[in-house]
């Protein structure tokens, strides 16, 4: 196994004005973002755009230079938070989760502090390793991002329930330290969870600007657990580049997470209800754990992902008035059937002439808002992917069945608690959503995200302090004996 602490004096830090902004200037504001001028915090994408290549040089086949304005900029991988929560959202996404094969728990500290290691180096836009030149033995590093920069790639781990307990075997000694929060997901109505898509010890969200910088991040992470951890699933995605003062538009045409925790609209009325507003939380009121929970997952968030495979063919021939019917809201300008713009708020207690609720009873915006969940609210982190055809046999008329585009979306929420977010939420909208025709899920995980390496240490650092692992030995059975792990 390479050092991975190894200084590389060939690879130079990023430029100091290369660094993307922090996560708490974007907190400050439409202020914040005028400053910068590149990113918004929830959409995803940049304002900035590159000239094009000129005439002359497309004539002659030269390849247009891809190098775009966040290419060198870098997210700072130490911090209170893992980066990848609160982040800007990045253009891709790779989505990987493995399964432990060890049953040593030194050697999962031992990956952790590996995978830590790693992540500091790949978030600067550095070789997962100092590159020696041996010609007799493997690189250190696979090589493919080299030249393409840290493309603001964020690396974001999470803990499965697999690591606390499984097949009712407390695996590492771990399995008191497990929070409560991290319980197992309920089956909802309607859900066709592949196994192949499902479940997972241990997780990890690469994302960046570039699609082969977060694959090369996951395949350097994988290449290092190899005898500790092994692949389980793994998922790709992307978000449209819109500009930044844009919603992205999802594979169905609508715009995805205009109600989503939103720095520059505090305490903005999201749903009138009863003559009651609710009104917009901070992300941080949303998104971190707190002194509910244990120690060790204090700042730290719970993050639920679920592959949705969408009916495309099915909605592409469905009505714009009934497509808008479903979510609530117009296709176009993304507002509110009750209002005139995006951000208007949802007025559920409006009726038609006839006394019908203007927002349909089971429109997916209703189903979704704090007004209908006890104001429960989390912080959405969605991609769409696109994987192509495969046989499907759909569930709801006409029953099609056949090859169909194996596309959708690949939700991602964080909150403090999934028992009190997106279990309460997707409890309803599971059973009652209009969306449920065309949307089934497909793939899930639930993972708790410790909070980040603000002192330098390693992902998760605290949850092993002062536990007595199970520790396999030479000539000892898997699972025995035991020893106390000191840092």
């Known amino acids: ?115 830590t290691d790693a992540a500091r180096r790949l978030s600067r836009g550095q070789t997962v390793a100092p590159l020696d030149g041996n010609p007799d033995k493997p690189a250190a590093d696979s090589g493919e991002a080299l030249g393409l920069g840290p493309a603001r790639l964020t690396l974001t781990f999470g803990f499965g329930p697999g690591l606390f307990e499984k097949d009712g075997q407390d695996r590492y000694g771990l399995r008191d330290r497990r929070p409560a929060a991290l319980a197992d997901l309920p089956h909802f109505n309607g859900d066709q969870l592949v196994p192949g898509n499902t479940g997972g010890d241990l997780s990890v969200q690469a994302c960046a600007d570039d699609p082969q910088v977060a694959f090369h991040a996951v395949r350097q992470l994988a290449r290092i657990a190899d005898g500790t951890a092994q692949l389980r699933w793994i998922q790709n995605a992307y978000s449209a580049q819109f500009a930044a003062q844009d919603t992205p538009r999802n594979l169905m045409g609508f715009k995805d997470g205009t109600q989503n925790p939103i720095s520059t609209m505090p305490g903005h009325v999201q749903a009138v209800a009863g003559g009651k507003s609710y009104r917009q939380s901070a992300p941080e009121e949303i998104v971190w754990a707190g002194s509910e929970g244990p120690d060790w997952m204090q700042g730290g968030s719970y993050m639920v992902a679920r592959r949705i495979r969408i009916s495309l063919e099915h909605w592409d021939r469905t009505d714009l008035s009934f497509q808008e019917t479903v979510f609530g809201r117009r296709k176009q300008s993304g507002a509110p059937l009750t209002g005139h713009a995006e951000f208007d708020p949802l007025e559920l207690d409006a009726v038609d002439r006839d006394g019908n609720p203007v927002i349909d009873e089971n429109a997916h915006v209703r189903l979704g808002s704090p007004a209908s969940n006890n104001g429960a609210q989390i912080l959405r982190r969605s991609y769409s992917y696109n994987d192509g055809l495969s046989f499907v046999a759909e569930r709801w008329p006409p029953w099609r069945q056949g090859l169909q585009y194996d596309a959708g979306l690949f939700f991602m929420c964080y909150q403090r608690d999934p028992r009190t977010g997106f279990v309460q939420i997707n409890e309803r909208m599971s059973k009652l959503d209009l969306l449920n025709q065309y949307a089934t899920h497909v793939g899930s995980g639930l993972f708790a995200c410790p909070p980040g390496t603000a002192n330098g240490g390693f992902i998760g650092e605290a949850l092993f302090k002062g536990v007595v692992l199970r520790t396999a030995s030479a000539g000892a059975p898997a699972g025995s004996p035991v020893k106390p792990v000191s840092y």
């Open 1 to 115: 196994m390479q050092d991975l602490t190894a200084s590389d004096d060939k690879l130079p830090e990023a430029p100091r004005d290369a660094v993307a902004p922090s996560r708490r200037a974007f907190m400050r504001g439409a202020g914040g973002l005028a400053a910068v001028g590149a990113v918004c915090p929830f959409s995803g994408a940049s304002s900035a755009s590159m000239p094009l290549s000129r005439p002359e040089e497309l004539a002659k086949g030269i390849t247009p230079d891809s190098r775009g304005p966040s290419r060198a900029m870098v997210e700072a991988f130490d911090g209170p938070h893992q980066a990848g929560i609160l982040t800007p959202m990045q253009n891709h996404s790779c989505f990987v989760v493995f399964d432990l094969t060890t049953t040593d728990g030194a050697s999962v500290v031992r990956l952790l502090k590996l995978w």
